[in-house]
């Protein structure tokens, strides 16, 4: 039967090695993972590889072995997978929150918040007053500022990089507003 499936890509002799040793490896392979679902994928998994490597097949001194081995295997394998998982606990996991804003009314920041960002933004140089104002409060793209104050992407680029730093280098409002700096120091 192997050197069929080896030899010739037989699907008829690979379909009936499946059912002949469906049974005893999905046997072992519960025995091993007590869990129905995980076994099936396990010996559904070992018998996809086994196709795979169907070239191989020719090789094998003892096929049965092989699988039992390759059951074995899969097996553990599935239990390290399952151990990973369980052991996955809500505290393991790290996510950076993009803004403490969550909804329209949190949106509407305190007029001491305001009063600093706008301190903070009126302190630029001119140019970069005028650039950062356009993207942050206008909504217009770089191109866009581009075209409107005749001046080339790079320049507004490298504005947007000096206003943003200036902003960030305010000792005050990044001590005071850690979540607003965080936004604010991202591009």
């Known amino acids: 039967m192997l050197e069929a499936i080896s030899a010739r890509d037989c ?65 553990l394998n599935r239990l390290k997978i ?18 403490v804003f969550f909804n329209p009314e949190e949106l509407a920041i305190s007029a001491e918040l305001t009063q600093k960002i706008m301190d903070a933004v009126n302190a630029l140089p001119p140019k970069c007053k005028i650039i950062f104002k356009l993207i942050k409060e206008d909504g217009l793209k770089y191109q866009e500022v581009s075209e409107l104050l005749d001046v080339s992407v790079k320049t507004v680029e490298s504005q947007m990089a000096i206003a943003l730093r200036r902003i960030r280098q305010c000792l005050e409002f990044k001590h005071e507003f850690p979540e607003i700096h965080s936004i604010l120091a991202k591009k």
Request: aromatic share 12%; hydrophobic share 40%.
């Open 11 to 75: 699907e008829k002799s690979y379909k009936a090695l499946f059912v002949s040793l469906h049974e005893s490896l999905y046997g072992f392979a519960f025995a091993i993972l007590k869990s129905s679902e995980d076994t099936e994928e396990v010996v559904s998994d070992l018998f996809i590889n086994l196709w795979m490597k169907r070239k191989n097949l020719k090789r094998l001194e003892n096929p049965r072995l092989y699988l039992l081995i390759g059951t074995k295997n899969f097996a």
């Open 82 to 99: 399952n151990k990973r998982k369980a052991s996955l606990q809500i505290d393991d996991f790290s996510m950076q929150l993009e803004s």
